[in-house]
């Protein structure tokens, strides 16, 4: 057989043609880091049936080991694993039982397409697990994966829509415990410590896959066939008597839950771990639901807003069960779908838990009020976000998707009716069953029984802000105007309530018409969301109050004499929902600068007294410990002295903690202070708690500074708990009145190793950032503006915003708004989302 040479030209043709074909993928893994969205489409149409076995031998102290043999099919021979490590952390892989050369580039490890097969393969890989999602204690820890932190913890396709089986075993120490989505199924004692195997997990993507190890006490029942186990480190057993009444509220969200969708339970087990120091409230792992330690014990008289948050948490981490954990959003682009039911649901939920509580109340209180501390800023921006990398989906979440989005989920299902609403919500939790969904799906399948949801859809999902209503009077015609303050157009479709305030009948002059509670008025309905509305109207008109019971969403502009009403009469409002829309008007307006720190300090103060609902008093506490902090001077003393004696004499028990709680950061007048460290030295207060008595000292060593060490050393030796000292010695250290070791330790929080407990590095920060301290304490503010990129990027996804909030809260001055506005000034081209999380933070100080 004879052969011919090729020309040189026609092979390097032939190379070149060769190399158009080749795919993108891994020179797209090797140049950008995280988990591009086009990776992840290109992987979700060549990768399937994924499946893991793990598994992690962990000491008390060092690295972690890991093993992993990850099954999968592929439609392609190249294929690109995730893996946020160092190259020396990747120790062997084998490739379909071949060795293969691979290495970690760019946060990835491309296969050898040599060794990959099109059909099923198997990877083995040994490997040093990533310190980064090992949440490290003394003794204990946990893995928290979302909304990308798999990859840094073992080799994976970390995103959402490649769900997978998962088989762990689990090395650990003797005496630690070791708790995972499903049960144990093996356990043998090893030279090492104790080896658990627990069972293969239903399909689950990366992000809710799941490990706690360590020392915890645990309780266990089964409450209605579903079994349940508490996991804990608390010694207080009066705190740990709580757990019945935690487990009767998770058993009855259960239930309601099936009741509701017409699906069973969908996993097998509902173990649950309170966290010291945890990041967030809680984490929905299924079967290893994490929550913050003290967001479940309560102190010993809580107060009716704790107990209900608490209801509201256990309700919301159920609700994932089906809405997150059955069916998972495909991209994290929609990881506000799965927020949103578990908020809006949990608020159904509460209904029949609490039938003595005004929920409609509750709803305004708990999701309007905190929409609007985002939406109204420059950093607002649409429900629906875009999402071009998973390492930056930490950015989508803040009470635009945790608020808005259940405003915007009441006003959808007032629009297509509640039947529509329910049995669509079951129609796609049955479609989407143990898989994937968009939020366009669901609309799909809402829009089946009513078309009026794509507009409904293109303005409250998909457009940013809210709109500004106003009205005006004129020759027998009330004007309600809606305006977009973007200038795109959008009408927000929603009812809207108006208090027609109307002269007496022999008050005919409208300019010295006396103003009072009896006042004749009429409520009138209308609809927005077609332009403005007009009504013929008396010529008695006075005023009018737009959103009078606060169900619409949005800010009102109030003309001068419906604001001086409400600030004089909103009290006597006859409903709670009048009294809180009320108080919602008359915060905005005083944003919108049409009254003053002051006028709004002695209107909420005066009306505050009278108060008898809990919620409303609550709500009211908060307005006046933002406006409070904005006060100076005489006026600002008189009304802490005013919060003071209400403290010690309100009818409400729940009010006087909040006030004395408030006046724990707000109090300047000496006196008061000195009636706080009497509180503090006798805790002779029986309504607060251990953690409350420990701010309190705080407080106390900042405005005390001769006496800082003797009060943290005294509330130190009242500490019980090994876990809240640890705290303690944390973030006690920003009270020391040594200016040189406060900078030392603004310099620490600047390295990332220094913020691995982040909850506790933003109460370091903050009290770093004291208003006492905000003239010396400017020189923080760009140093710490400076490193919000790296914060963002190795903390978890509510420390950015944190971090903010934590430098700049205490600041009012010209000097930091000036800072502020520089900065963002002389970055064009900053990250948006991230800006978005300053621009949100920053509000109160660029608004003064």
């Known amino acids: 057989m004879t052969t011919q040479k090729a020309h040189p030209y026609l092979l390097l043709s032939a190379i070149l043609l ?11 893994a090797q140049e950008e880091r995280g988990v591009p969205l086009k990776l992840a489409d290109l992987r979700e149409q060549t990768i399937s049936q994924p499946a893991y076995h793990l598994n992690f031998t962990i000491p008390k102290e060092g690295v972690v080991k890991g093993e992993a043999i990850i099954s999968f099919v592929s439609k392609t021979r190249r294929v690109v694993l995730d893996f946020q490590a160092d190259a020396n952390q990747l120790h062997t892989i084998m490739v379909n039982g071949q060795k293969a050369n691979a290495t970690v580039v760019n946060e990835h490890i491309v296969l050898p397409r040599s060794l990959i097969r099109k059909g099923k393969n198997t990877v083995a890989l040994q490997f040093t697990a990533g310190d980064k999602a090992l949440n490290r204690h003394t003794d204990f820890l946990y893995t928290l994966l979302v909304p990308d932190k798999a990859r ?13 089986q998962f088989t762990l075993t689990l090395t650990v120490p003797n005496g630690w415990c ?54 804990y ?140 501390t985002e939406d109204r800023t420059q950093g607002t921006h649409p429900i629906q976000q875009p999402l071009d990398n998973l390492n930056n989906a930490g950015l989508l979440y803040g009470n635009i998707i945790y608020c808005k989005a259940p405003v915007m989920m009441r006003k959808l299902e007032e629009t297509i009716g509640e039947k529509n609403f329910r049995d669509g919500l079951s129609e796609y939790l049955k479609t989407y069953s143990y898989g994937n969904a968009t939020w366009d799906n669901l609309v799909n399948i809402f829009a089946k029984k009513d078309p009026r949801v794509l507009q409904f859809n293109d303005v409250w999902v998909k457009s940013k802000g809210l709109p500004t209503i106003s009205c005006e009077a004129k020759d027998g015609i009330l004007t309600v105007r809606e305006t977009d303050p973007y200038g795109r157009g959008c009408r927000w479709t929603q009812r809207l309530k108006l208090k027609l305030v109307y002269n007496d009948d022999e008050q005919t002059d409208k300019k010295d018409a006396q103003i009072h509670p009896q006042t004749p008025y009429e409520i009138k309905e209308v609809t927005m969301g077609q332009g403005d509305v007009r009504i013929p109207v008396s010529d008695r008109l006075r005023f009018v109050i737009p959103n009078c019971d606060g169900s619409t969403y949005g800010r009102f502009v109030l003309d001068d004499r419906a604001l001086n009403y409400l600030l004089a009469t909103w009290a006597e409002e006859e409903s709670a929902e009048a009294r809180m829309a009320a108080l ?38 908060n307005y006046m410990s933002s ?102 010695d944390f973030i006690s250290r920003a009270c020391t009145p040594d200016v040189e070791e406060r900078r030392a330790l603004f310099r620490s929080l600047l390295k990332k190793e220094n913020r691995k407990v982040e909850p506790w590095a933003a109460s370091l920060l903050s009290l770093l950032n004291h208003p006492l301290r905000q003239q010396q304490a400017l020189e923080y503010i760009l140093p710490g503006l400076n490193v919000l990129e790296e914060v963002q990027r190795t903390g978890d996804i509510f420390f950015a915003k944190d971090w903010v909030m934590a430098l700049l809260a205490g600041h009012d ?14 970055h064009p081209n900053y990250p948006p989302a991230l800006r978005n999380k300053l621009l949100q933070a920053a509000y109160p100080l660029l608004n003064r």
């Open 18 to 28: 060769a190399l158009l074909f080749i795919p993108f993928l891994p020179a797209t």
């Open 152 to 164: 840094m913890l073992f080799p994976c396709f970390d995103q959402p829509n490649l769900k997978a």
């Open 178 to 231: 070791a708790v995972s989505n499903t049960a144990i199924v093996d356990s043998v004692s090893i030279s090492e410590g104790m080896r658990y195997t627990f069972g293969t997990t239903r399909l689950l993507p990366t992000y809710l896959f799941s490990f706690v190890v360590g020392r915890f006490q645990k309780t266990s029942t089964v409450c209605d066939g579903l079994p349940m186990t508490a996991y």
């Open 233 to 372: 480190r608390e010694t207080d057993t009066a705190k740990v008597s709580q757990l019945p009444e935690v487990f009767r509220q998770i058993a009855y969200s259960k239930r309601w839950l099936e009741d509701y969708t017409g699906i069973k339970m969908p996993f097998e087990k509902y173990d649950f771990i309170m966290i010291p120091g945890f990041q967030f409230g809680g984490m929905e792992h299924p079967g290893a639901v994490l929550y913050k330690h003290n967001s479940i014990f309560l102190g010993p008289t809580p107060t009716p807003d704790e107990l209900l948050r608490r209801a509201e948490l256990l309700a919301h981490e159920t609700t994932h069960y089906w809405f997150g954990d059955l069916v998972t959003m495909r991209w994290f682009n929609d990881v506000w779908t799965k927020e949103v039911f578990a908020n809006y649901l949990a608020a159904k939920i509460m209904q029949p838990l609490y039938p003595d509580i005004d929920h409609p109340l509750n709803f305004l209180r708990s999701y309007q009020t905190r929409a609007l």
């Open 584 to 621: 919602m008007n008359i915060y905005e307006n005083r944003l919108m600068h049409r009254c003053s720190d002051e006028q709004t300090a002695r209107s909420l103060l005066r009306g505050l007294k009278w108060e008898q609902d809990p919620l409303v008093a609550s709500a009211c506490c």
């Open 627 to 728: 406006v409070m902090s904005r006060l100076h001077g005489e006026p600002r003393l008189q009304m802490e002295r005013k919060m003071w004696y209400m403290s010690l004499s309100h009818s409400l028990v729940s009010c006087r903690q909040r006030l004395v709680r408030s006046l724990f950061s707000l109090a300047t007048d000496t006196t008061l202070i000195a009636h706080l460290y009497d509180v503090w030295q006798q805790q002779s207060n029986k309504q607060l708690n251990e953690r409350d008595y420990t701010s309190l000292a705080y407080q106390l060593a900042i405005r005390r500074p001769a006496e800082w060490r003797a009060i943290l050393d005294t509330q130190r030796s009242r500490l019980t708990s090994a876990d809240r000292k640890e705290e303690f």
């Open 813 to 826: 001055s010209d000097e930091a708004k000036h800072i502020v506005e520089t900065f963002v000034e002389t």
